[in-house]
Nanobody, 122 residues
Framework: QVQLVESGGGLVQPGDSLRLSCGASSIELDYYAIGWFRQVPGGEREGIECFGSADRDVVYLDSAKGRFTVYRDNAQNTINLEMANLTPEDTAVYYC???????????????WGPGTQVTVSS
């Protein structure tokens, strides 16, 4: 069972940047596509971006285009979600998940991290 752990969440101000990391073993990162999702209370888990061996950076969330970037850090064995120009609408619990292929649909993901809270507030 693939083990994922998110880190990097916290409280930031509007306009700030934040980097979230999804940690796994190098073997798991070679095998699985890693997707970033977010969820607000009472809402559905929505796909943001995904990194896979074939799809290096696939953006699913319109509001993320031009602001968020996903990339692999081989030295740290992480898939990072770099977020810029954050707004209060970005406040959510952020999750990373592992799937055989990138997809914006959570149902295709086999494993999830516990999530990390991101709060954007002045």
């Amino acid at each position: 069972q693939v083990q994922l752990v998110e880190s990097g969440g916290g409280l930031v101000q509007p306009g700030d940047s934040l980097r979230l990391s999804c940690g796994a073993s190098s073997i798991e990162l070679d095998y699985y596509a890693i997707g970033w999702f977010r969820q607000v209370p009472g809402g559905e888990r929505e796909g943001i971006e995904c990194f896979g061996s074939a799809d290096r950076d696939v953006v699913y969330l319109d509001s993320a285009k031009g602001r968020f970037t996903v990339y692999r850090d081989n030295a740290q064995n992480t898939i990072n979600l770099e977020m810029a120009n954050l707004t209060p609408e970005d406040t959510a619990v952020y999750y990373c998940g592992a799937a055989l292929r990138c997809s914006p649909r959570p149902v295709y993901f086999r494993a999830w991290g516990p999530g990390t809270q991101v709060t954007v507030s002045s």
